[in-house]
């Protein structure tokens, strides 16, 4: 990416904040957000430019995220369609909005990329599926794997991949949040105090992704060096694999997927 790139929002909400986290040089961004209020506290935060005028960004931006919700993308799109050329990137964050249907509200010069994130993004932590039109360039990809790199991992894909994507990335961040509950719950029944509970659960689901990310060992070896021979664990392991757990993990991650599908335009 250029040092000179000119980086626009459309939108100001929590996800698009994520990605501004990641932006080195903040006074390279511009973002536009009608909301004074919301607007004001990105102006004080970050010192960042904010202005209410979509043209005003499509004027002077290089490359666009567009981060409004998906009622709202008609409405942006009437506004600055005719602003975009050939010489933008526009890269839609907007769940549920394929290549085909930003290219029939946008128009077919400005170039195309869709990324799927996540939720994790605000803590710099965020996993993003990153995929391109025909009329982006490899050099456009790079420039927004950069950006979205600084604020966790990302993978470049296909698009029939983002209904997986989706319900595993996407929406997976309630699932693991559910798990944690789950646990807490479960130590609170056992005894503990509930913030406690939470600290040791929660702890520790960090603390194992952080060591299988940084270690990159399968999980079977894993699971089973935690699982000595008529230990805790694996009293525990016993219980939860003869359960149905995995068949309702992937009917969780089948029912948001075959949503994602419907939802998709």
């Given amino acids: 990416m250029s040092n000179s790139t000119i980086i626009g929002f459309f939108g100001a909400g929590k996800m698009a904040e994520g990605i501004l986290c990641a932006i080195k040089d903040k006074s390279l961004v511009i973002m536009a957000e009608k909301n004074a209020e919301r607007a004001e506290e990105l102006k004080n935060k970050y ?116 209904d997986a994507v989706t319900a595993l990335s996407g929406s997976g961040p309630a699932y693991f949040a559910y798990m944690e509950e789950a646990m807490a719950e479960a130590g609170v029944k056992l005894g503990l105090k509930p913030d406690v509970a939470r600290l040791l659960a929660e702890q520790t689901m960090y603390g194992t992704a952080k060591f299988l990310r940084e270690s990159g060992m399968p999980l079977t070896p894993f699971i089973n060096g ?35 599908k419907e939802l998709a335009k």
């Fill in 47 to 162: 010192q960042v430019t904010v202005t209410d005028n979509l043209k005003e960004v499509s004027q002077k931006a290089n490359l666009i995220f567009l981060s409004v919700k998906p009622q709202d993308v008609v409405t942006v799109a009437s506004e600055v369609k005719q602003y975009l050329n050939s010489t933008q990137i526009l890269v839609s964050i907007v769940a549920g909005k394929t290549l085909s249907g930003l290219k029939d509200e946008f128009g077919s010069d400005v170039r195309l990329i869709r990324v799927m994130p996540n939720l994790a993004l605000r803590a710099n932590a965020g996993m993003c599926a990153i995929c391109a039109a025909s009329n982006a360039e490899a050099v456009d990809v790079k420039a927004v794997e950069e950006i979205l790199g600084a604020a966790g991992a990302t993978a470049v894909l296909e698009e029939k991949d983002f």
């Fill in 226 to 260: 935690v699982c000595t021979k008529g230990g805790t664990t694996a009293a525990g392991m016993e219980k939860l694999a003869s359960s149905d757990f995995k068949d309702v993990v992937a009917k969780t991650l089948e029912a948001a997927a075959n949503r994602s």
